[in-house]
Structures are given as structure tokens and as C-alpha cells.
């Protein structure tokens, strides 16, 4: 037996019935949310792009350094993401990694992760001829001196083969706490 569904053809034609079992659904499909995220990240297993390490060593050596340095838990689940997209969206990475955390996070968090890529580029734009410097036209945003830190402290310095990495099984109930969180613009599914 199939699982119960909505009997519309439009949404003009939709009654409160169809929209029970659609959330009825979509509350079932949310509770998953962990596991397919961790899914994703695994994706990044391998995939070095000639860096030291591969980008799923790279995160979890962001959060490890994060949660050592006595970032909250909710900080140390950014540490771990913010490199998600990167199998997906490589000119935009940080974008697909904010949109994932979004709901769950301060927005200042959120800020952070979405701007970590410019932010890191103080360490290696002037390279490519580029302006190391470009992160300081937001110097006056309130995420500044956290997206510096982020970067500074805990992000570029993630690709060190030698470093004592925490295992993903580590951070796992950090994340099934923070993605269970009630979305902050909590809107009905749909």
C-alpha cells in the first residue's frame, strides 16, 4: 500500500485534508535531514583537488579545530559544513553550505559561511593577482571580526595530513542537534 496523498491536481483545488498529509509527509522527510547531509559531505572523501588533504578531511579538521578552540557547538556544525557544496557548486560552494544552515543558525553564522570563501582569500588571492584584501569592504558588517576568525584560525589552516582529526561519528550529534532546531522563519511545507 502506498503512502496516503494528497488528491489535487492544482493547489486552487487543495483543501486543509491535502495539506495535513503533505506536512504529515514533509515532517517524516525532515527527520532525515542528518543523514542525507552526511551523506553529501561524504561525497567529499577523495576529492583533494590537489590540495594536502581531501575536502572531507579538510572539514572535519575545520570542526576539530573549532570545537578545540572552545567554539559553541553551534559554530563547530558551521566549521564542519561550510565546505558542502563543493561537489556541487565549486564557483559557489559557500552559498549552497549558508542555504543548508540557514534555517538553523544565527544569521550571523549564516553571513559567515556564506562570505568564508572571500574572507579565506586573504591568504591566497594576491596569487591570482587579485585583491587579498577585498574581505575589509565589510569591515563594518557585524559577522566581520567571526568570518576573520573563522578563516584565520580554524579554516586555512585545515589541510594538514598530519593533524589529529576528529572522526565524523564525533560531530554527528552536534549536527542531528542543531539541523532538528525549529527553523528560525518556521513557514508550513510547500
Known sequence: MSPQQAKFTRFDESDSNDWQIIDDHFQSYRNGVTDRVLEHLLRLK????????????????????????????????CALLHDIGDDLAPDNHADIAAGILEPFVDPLNTWMIRHHELFQGYHYRHFYGLDRHARDDFRDHPAYERTVYFCDQWDQVSFDPDYDTLP???????????????????????
Open 46 to 77: 577523495g576529492d583533494n583537488h590537489g590540495y594536502p588533504v581531501d575536502r572531507y578531511t579538510h572539514c572535519l579538521q575545520t570542526a576539530t579545530r573549532a570545537l578545540r578552540d572552545g567554539a559553541d557547538e553551534e559554530m563547530v556544525v
Open 168 to 190: 565524523l561519528e564525533y560531530f554527528r550529534p552536534m549536527l542531528e542537534r542543531v539541523l532538528s532546531r525549529t527553523p528560525f522563519a518556521a513557514e508550513p511545507s510547500g
